[in-house]
């Protein structure tokens, strides 16, 4: 019997839009979700991507954050209120799946931007070099992929740094504020970025987020896009290839009309083409599949009736895999009404679906 493929093999594979023994796995549960399936049988002691036999993730992420103060303001049984490095006070909830709320900001002004922004200057302290020399090898051992997370742009911008309306606002009364803060949250990734490369570790892609869309809709018109946001994302994805990383993308919500600008720029794989705010993975597929590759597309409010999601996986994933180029998963975290054996069929199901009769080279 033939040895399976590593992950890293998969995806480079996914990547070049080849086919390979089988569609990597992967998808993310929420804290609250991980809660349930330790009920379940999870043990505590094992990550739960090795105990459902999903492929092998793992990356650094890199701090670009002003490093305001953080500290608790209330914590019940419900939820946490506690202030973040980026100068926001959110409030999280203790059992339940989600993001954040975000209550206050700091970074309200262009001024206030001014004191932030010298703050973040990239010195060696903001990365985990202990992590890394205690993990990287057994990464590369285990055959995974191994990621760069970067963390700058529209989404951290509007929800983490400044705030959705003030931002919004900007994009067309002050939108070289904006500009600053995307570049020079790109510059302190790319710093910190070059000094891990300069010792030595090698990464397989940059990755971020970087939602842009909410449902039927982006939050702001292509040419806006083009005029503010797209310059940068450009100049993340080729300092990338110069380096022999691929870019991978997660942007939430409906951006069907930004993916040929995203092809332009060279993003090589889109994440999480969410079906329930209008993204269509199929047509995605067919019309940009040779130029881009997908992870996710697959409706993650049918969870709560099963039989409904076995069979969107068996519509979308045959179509999805033709050629390579996708990486199966929901469209966006598995929430905490799945089940430790629901999440285990959908495993088995995707690697059925996901198998290729014959690798193609």
Not at 233 to 253: I, N, P, Q
Not at 337 to 350: C, G, M, N
Request: glycine fraction near 8%.
């Amino acid at each position: 019997m033939k040895k399976p493929m590593t992950t890293h093999e998969r995806m480079q594979r996914m990547l070049e839009h080849r086919e390979a023994d089988r569609v990597p796995v992967f998808d993310g549960p929420w804290a609250a979700t991980l809660e349930r399936w330790h009920r379940e049988g999870l043990p505590e002691d094992v990550h739960y991507a090795d105990y459902f036999g999903l492929d092998r993730f793992e990356g650094l992420g890199l701090d670009s954050s002003p490093r305001y103060e953080t500290r608790v303001l209330e914590k019940t049984e419900e939820y946490t209120i506690s202030t973040t490095p980026w100068g926001t006070t959110q409030k999280n909830w203790t059992h339940a799946g989600g993001v954040p709320e975000y209550l206050d900001f700091k970074v309200v002004s262009p001024e206030a931007w001014r004191a932030a922004k010298e703050r973040m200057i990239p010195s060696r302290n903001r990365i985990a070099w202990a992590k890394l020399k205690a993990d990287y090898r057994r990464w590369r051992e285990s055959g995974a992929w191994v990621s760069l997370g970067f963390c700058f742009g529209f989404d951290l911008t509007h929800s983490a740094l400044v705030g959705t309306e003030r931002v919004l606002m900007a994009m067309v009364g002050d939108p070289e504020w904006l500009v600053d803060m995307f570049n020079h949250q790109l510059d302190v990734c790319i710093a910190l970025a070059e000094s891990v490369l300069v010792e030595g570790y090698v990464f397989d892609d940059i990755n971020w987020c970087d939602d842009m869309g909410y449902k039927g809709k982006p939050f702001f018109s292509p040419g806006m896009y083009r005029e503010l946001l797209k310059p940068v994302h450009k100049r993340a994805v080729e300092w990338a290839h110069s380096k022999g990383m691929k870019a991978r993308l997660h942007s939430c919500g409906d951006i069907h009309t930004l993916v040929p600008d995203l092809i332009e720029i060279g993003i090589d794989m889109l994440n999480p083409i969410e079906v329930k705010a209008g993204m269509d993975p199929i047509a995605l597929k067919r019309q940009y599949g040779d130029r881009l590759a997908f992870h996710g597309g697959l409706n993650v409010l049918l969870y709560d009736h099963p039989e409904q999601f076995w069979a969107e996986m068996r519509r979308v994933i045959p179509v999805m895999k033709q050629g390579g180029g996708y990486l199966i998963g929901s469209d966006h975290s598995v929430p905490q009404s799945v089940s430790l054996e629901t999440f285990r069929e959908f495993v088995r199901l995707a690697k059925e679906l996901g198998a290729y009769e014959r690798v193609t080279d």
